[in-house]
C-alpha cells in the first residue's frame, strides 16, 4: 500500500474529527503540520486559526481553563491536550501509520534526548532576535553557537556520516525544522548564520536537509522576516511597540504585499506606514 493509502485506512476507522486551535505561522504549530503532511493527513485534523493580535476568545479560554499558549488540540469529543510535543505523540499514537517516531524503543529515545534540548536551543533564538542591547550581541551569539554545537555534536554521536538523526526526515526534524525556519530572523536582523567550519558541518548538513524538505512548505523566509520584526524590536506574541497602532502580525494587510521591513533593528524603529501595515 501507498503511504496516503495507509494513512486513508487509518483514518477511515476514527470517525472523530480532531480540531487544532492554532496561530498560523506559530513553530509549534508548524511542527504539527509537518507532522500531518508526512502521514499524508492533511486534511484529516482541522484547523481553526486564532489571531494573536486580539485578546482570546471566551469560548478558548473555556477550554484551555484560561490558559492562553496555542496550539492546543481538541480531539474531536471534547477533550484538550496542551504543549506541540504532546500533541504531535498523540497524533502519532493515534495516527500510527505511517510511523514517523521511531518505534524501536532504543531509537525512540535517541530522539527523545535530541528533542529534549528543543527549549534551550528555541529560546536561545528568541532571547537574541528580541535583545535590544547591541553590548550584548557578542554573548547572544556565542550562545547560539554553542547550541548548534552541541547538536553537532549529538549528531556526529548517533549518526556521524548520515543527514537527519536517522535514515529519513522523522519526529526530531518534525519538532527543529520550524525553529531553523524561524533563525531566518536571526540572518536578517542580526547577521546570524553557521559559521563555515568544520565545528558545524554536521549540524547544518541536517539544517539544510530539513530546510529542504517538501514536508516543510509551511512558511517562507519572507514571511518569517516580515511578520517578525516585532520579535526584532522586543515585542512577543502580539504586543506593540510604543508608536505604533498595528502589530507586524496582522492578517490585514497581508504580509506578501509589505515592503521588507529596516534591517537595522539597534538603530531605527520603523512605523506603520513603513512596515506597509497603514492602509489608510
Ligand atoms: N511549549 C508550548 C509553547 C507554545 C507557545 O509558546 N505558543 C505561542 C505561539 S507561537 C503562544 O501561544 N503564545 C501566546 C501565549 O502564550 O499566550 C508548545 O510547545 O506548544
Redesign the pocket.
Known amino acids: 500500500m501507498t503511504r496516503e493509502a495507509v494513512s486513508r485506512a487509518s483514518v477511515g476507522q476514527d470517525r472523530r474529527v480532531p480540531v487544532v486551535y492554532h ?1 498560523p505561522v ?3 504549530s508548524q511542527r504539527l503540520e509537518i507532522l500531518l503532511e508526512l502521514k499524508g493527513l492533511g486534511g484529516h485534523v482541522d484547523f481553526h486559526v486564532v489571531d ?1 493580535t486580539r485578546p482570546r476568545p471566551g469560548w478558548l479560554l473555556e477550554k484551555t481553563h484560561g490558559t ?4 492546543v488540540l481538541d480531539t474531536g469529543e471534547g477533550e484538550v491536550i ?4 504532546v500533541i504531535l505523540q498523540y497524533l502519532e499514537d493515534r495516527f500510527p501509520e505511517p510511523a514517523v517516531a521511531q518505534r524501536d524503543p532504543y531509537r525512540h529515545a535517541v530522539e527523545g534526548m535530541l528533542n529534549a534540548m528543543e527549549g534551550s536551543f528555541s529560546a536561545q533564538g528568541y532571547r537574541y532576535v528580541m535583545n535590544q542591547d547591541p553590548e550584548r550581541r557578542p554573548e547572544l551569539r556565542q550562545g547560539m553557537l554553542d547550541l548548534y554545537a552541541r547538536l553537532d555534536d549529538f549528531l556526529m554521536r548517533h549518526n556521524p556520516s548520515g543527514t537527519f538523526l536517522f535514515e529519513e526526515f522523522g519526529l526530531a526534524e518534525t519538532v527543529y525544522t520550524p525553529f531553523f525556519m524561524r533563525f531566518w530572523f536571526l540572518e536578517y536582523y542580526e547577521d546570524f548564520d553557521l559559521p563555515q567550519v568544520d565545528r558545524y558541518a554536521r549540524v547544518r548538513k541536517w539544517r539544510e536537509a530539513c530546510l529542504g524538505h517538501p514536508a516543510a512548505k509551511q512558511v517562507t523566509r519572507e514571511q518569517i522576516v516580515k511578520l517578525y520584526y516585532d520579535y526584532a524590536k522586543g515585542m512577543g ?1 502580539g504586543a506593540l511597540h510604543p508608536g505604533r497602532t498595528l502589530s507586524s502580525f496582522v492578517f490585514d494587510p497581508d504580509w506578501a504585499t509589505r515592503p521588507w521591513p529596516p534591517k537595522d533593528k539597534y538603530g531605527h524603529a520603523a512605523t506603520d506606514q513603513e512596515l506597509g501595515l497603514a492602509t489608510g
Open positions: 496561530i506559530c513553530p509549534f494573536i492562553t499558549a496555542l496550539p496542551k504543549e506541540s510535543l506574541n
